[in-house]
């Protein structure tokens, strides 16, 4: 049974840069045909894709964020990290990182974090 927990900072100041963590357990992360990906919900408005991880290490990022955002991974602790640089308070949310894997032909997301908030205030 795979399980994703999120961690980090649940206060970051204007234009610092957010650093959170994803530590899964239950499933590699370089395991084929998986995905790794970070999503957030602003307050009071629906999801947002951010990016993803692919097992190659490579990472894709949302055109919206494609300046300012990185995903990495440490392997040997089944770990990747999501980098937002130069934040500011649209940036406040709950962010989950979430498993994206095959299910009958197609994709869908199969395994959630239970989020971490994250609030961009002075």
């Known amino acids: 049974h795979v399980q994703l927990r999120e961690s980090g900072p649940a206060l970051v100041k204007p234009s610092q840069t957010l650093s959170l963590t994803c530590t899964v357990s239950?499933?590699?992360?370089?395991?084929?045909?998986?995905?790794w990906n970070w999503i957030r919900q602003p307050p009071g408005k629906g999801l947002e894709y951010m990016g993803y991880l692919s097992i190659s290490g490579s990472f894709q990022v949302s055109p919206a964020l494609k300046s300012r955002t990185s995903i990495s991974r440490d392997t040997s602790k089944n770990q990747f990290t999501l980098q937002l640089t130069s934040v500011a308070p649209e940036d406040t949310a709950v962010y989950y990182c979430v498993r994206l894997g095959p299910f009958q032909g197609l994709y869908e997301y199969d395994s959630w974090g239970q989020g971490t908030q994250v609030s961009v205030s002075s």
């Open positions: 239950g499933a590699s992360i370089t395991t084929n045909e998986y995905f």
